[in-house]
């Protein structure tokens, strides 16, 4: 089985601060790429950031320049650092773990518990 264990998060005002991470734990043949997606009240989860196990990364226009994404690879862990944030910011922010599962040979794709993020104007 494979786990995805999120921390980090909570309330800021705006133009501050957080730091969410994502460690993965399980039996992988290989993990193709890790990312954050985020949920608003209402609306549809929509992608924030992606690396892949090669470090490219991809970021959601909304948040470019301001959000970084980075990844440990031997801790199978992601981190996302979020700066300057925005009330629209706010949402629940789930990691997501693209991998190959070592049992099957299968790719799959796993899920975060979710954390939410506010922050305050």
């Known amino acids: 089985q494979v786990q995805l264990v999120q921390s980090g998060g909570g309330l800021v005002q705006a133009g501050g601060s957080l730091r969410l991470s994502c460690a993965a734990s399980?039996?992988?043949?290989?993990?193709?790429?890790m990312g954050w997606y985020r949920q608003a009240p209402g609306k549809q989860r929509e992608l924030v950031a992606t690396?892949?196990?090669?470090?490219?990364?991809n970021y959601a226009d909304s948040v470019k320049g301001r959000f970084t994404i980075s990844g440990d690879n031997a801790k199978k862990t992601v981190y996302l650092q979020m700066n300057s944030l925005k009330p629209d910011d706010t949402a629940v922010y789930y990691c997501?773990?693209?991998?190959?599962?070592?049992?099957?040979?299968?790719?799959?794709?796993?899920w975060g518990q979710g954390t939410q993020v506010t922050v305050s104007s």
């Open positions: 690396i892949t196990s090669a470090g490219s990364t």
């Open positions: 997501n773990l693209q991998y190959v599962y070592a049992i099957t040979l299968r790719p799959d794709i796993s």
């Open positions: 399980g039996t992988f043949f290989s993990i193709n790429a």
